[in-house]
């Protein structure tokens, strides 16, 4: 068998032309333009790239991005600053941090004092919160991403056995909450999932993998997933970016899993421009969330 690739740029386009148009006739409804303003300390190569990227994706789709630069040495005291200002300037709707800081600044500290309304990455307790009792504010980027691509290509999962490898907070913790959840709007063949969320204290790994009917690899080591972890037939999604000899590649042993699995997403091209797709997403929501607290506000 040769996988199905489940092709995530062009996945990602078509759902960036959705929300172009959305933000078109949010304008014309004579709204503010919906504004991300993105936080990046230091100069580390990565995340460079990708807050370019981010950039670019808000300007192709009618928004605004403003781009704030820390060197290296800033500390959290500035940094929370920054954040009051951005908290408090209405003009600005989603504030992003990237991940991750300098490790001499203090990361929790810093995420605590983005306003839980302009939290689009859904990092903010209140927005766990609210995403664990099944009505979420913001769904998380990433994960949103992963479902997108499932319902995109017709994947149902309600009832499937769901395994999840990596149980970081930014993906594994809220993809396993979005998949057992009833219905987040995407209809209940796409939620309703037997999850299991693995990690690196878990005893018999590939024992688990294997009985997975779709295997999520979200943990950020090259071949973690080899393609004796991986049942015939399977679907196959890599959230891992990593950077071998100036190529990037995704958690999973590409070409041996690609005969086994049903379906398997690449590295670049599977999840990565989904995840900035969704942050768009969550721009907007931000936007008309505000929008509305404003208008509540007037009426008050
Ligand atoms: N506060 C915060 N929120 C994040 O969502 C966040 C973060 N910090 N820190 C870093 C990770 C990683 N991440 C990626 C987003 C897009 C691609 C992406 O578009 N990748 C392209 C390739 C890009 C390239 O060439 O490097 C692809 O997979 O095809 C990758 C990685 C968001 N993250």
Redesign the pocket.
């Known amino acids: 068998m040769t996988a199905t690739v489940l092709d ?2 062009s996945t990602a386009s078509d759902l960036r032309e959705t929300i172009a148009e959305e933000v078109h006739q949010w304008l014309e409804q004579g709204h503010a333009r919906p504004t991300l303003a993105a936080v990046l300390v230091g100069d580390d190569p ?2 460079q ?2 807050v370019r ?2 950039e670019r994706a808000c300007e192709k789709a009618g928004m605004h991005s403003r781009l704030i630069r820390k060197p290296a040495d800033t500390t959290t005291a500035q940094l929370l600053e920054l954040l009051q200002e951005l908290n408090g300037d209405p003009a600005v709707h989603g504030i ?5 800081l300098p490790a001499s600044i203090n990361t929790q500290q810093v995420l605590d004092a983005v306003s839980p309304l302009k939290d689009v ?1 859904a ?1 903010a307790p209140e927005n766990v919160g609210l995403l664990v009792q099944g009505r979420p504010r913001y769904l998380p ?2 994960p949103h991403g992963v479902i997108q691509l499932l319902v995109k290509y017709g994947l149902e999962f309600a009832g499937k056995h769901v395994v999840i490898v990596g149980r970081s907070d ?1 993906v594994g913790k809220p993809l396993a909450n979005m998949m057992v959840q009833r219905d987040l709007g995407f209809g209940p063949q796409f939620a309703n999932a037997t999850v299991t969320l693995c990690h690196s204290q878990s005893e018999n790994l590939a024992a688990i993998t294997r009985t997975a009917d779709v295997l999520v690899a979200a943990v950020g080591r090259p071949c973690l997933i080899t393609a004796d972890m991986v049942k015939l037939g399977s679907i196959v999604i890599d959230v891992g ?1 990593n ?1 071998v000899n100036d190529k ?1 590649v995704g958690d999973v042993d590409y070409t041996p899993v690609s005969e086994l699995a049903a379906a398997i997403t ?8 989904l ?2 797709a969704m ?1 768009l997403r969550n721009t907007l929501t931000a936007c008309q969330l505000q929008a509305q607290g404003q208008q509540a506000k007037q009426q008050g």
């Not at 992003?96 to 991750?100: S, Y």
């Not at 690449?266 to 421009?273: F, H, T």
């Open positions: 995530g740029k990565a995340s790239v990708y990227n981010k992003l941090v990237q991940l991750p990455d990092f980027c990433t930014i970016i950077r990037l690449p590295v670049p091209g599977g999840i990565g421009p995840t900035i942050l």
